[in-house]
């Protein structure tokens, strides 16, 4: 439990990005991945997926990216497939 | 019947002679164990991410092929055995995706010229 509560603290400073912005209000960012005619989640879409790639390789966390729980899942398998045949 | 996508990487070093053969090799093997073969692709010469078997670059061939479990063990076992090739990756997918191509770097190239 004590885990999460850091993680949240962590998040609402995260969210917070201007220092004029009212507190209270929550800033939100859709997710860029979802909408209308989103951009296809491929293995083979290597331009797409470096977007969401460090400069080390890593995978950047949603939190960052704001992209959705269920697109973040499928960027991640994407993105793993894309290493296994070394593509990323 | 279910739609596969298929991936293998071999060696640089081959010719253009080689690389027909072994595309018609591993076609034949997916028609020839109850599947078929929607599109064959090739992404030619790239650069790894990262060394693999003390290889920097290889060729990449790239199937959609429909087919049962069946087609896909006869595949790979072959491809286990295979010297040439240095890796391989077999996907399920929901629906055969046969307008986009990534990789279509060739063809643009010889247009410009």
């Known amino acids: 439990m004590k885990r999460k509560k850091n993680i949240r603290k962590k998040s609402s400073s995260f969210s917070k990005l201007s220092l004029f912005q009212k507190s209270g209000t929550k800033f939100f960012k859709p997710c860029p991945l979802s909408g209308k005619n989103p951009p296809v989640i491929d293995y083979k879409n290597i331009k797409l997926l470096k977007k969401y790639l460090s400069d080390s390789g890593r995978i950047l966390p949603s939190r960052v990216t704001s992209v959705s729980q269920k697109k973040q899942r499928e960027l991640s398998q994407a993105i793993k497939r894309a290493r296994l045949i070394s593509l990323l | ?113």
């Open chain 2, 1 to 113: 019947m279910n739609c596969y996508e298929h991936v293998f990487i071999t060696k640089g070093d081959l010719t253009e002679g080689q690389s027909k053969k072994i595309i018609g090799k591993y076609e034949d093997i997916i028609n020839k164990n109850s599947g078929k073969v929607v599109k064959t692709e090739e992404w030619g010469l790239r650069n790894f991410a990262y060394k693999i078997k003390n290889a920097r670059k290889g060729f990449y061939f790239h199937f959609k092929f429909e087919g049962v479990a069946k087609t896909i063990a006869e595949l790979e076992r072959t491809e286990n055995i295979d010297e040439i090739l240095i890796r391989f990756l077999t996907i399920k997918v929901k629906k055969h995706d046969l307008e986009t191509n990534y990789f279509a770097k060739k063809e643009f190239d010889k247009k410009v010229d």
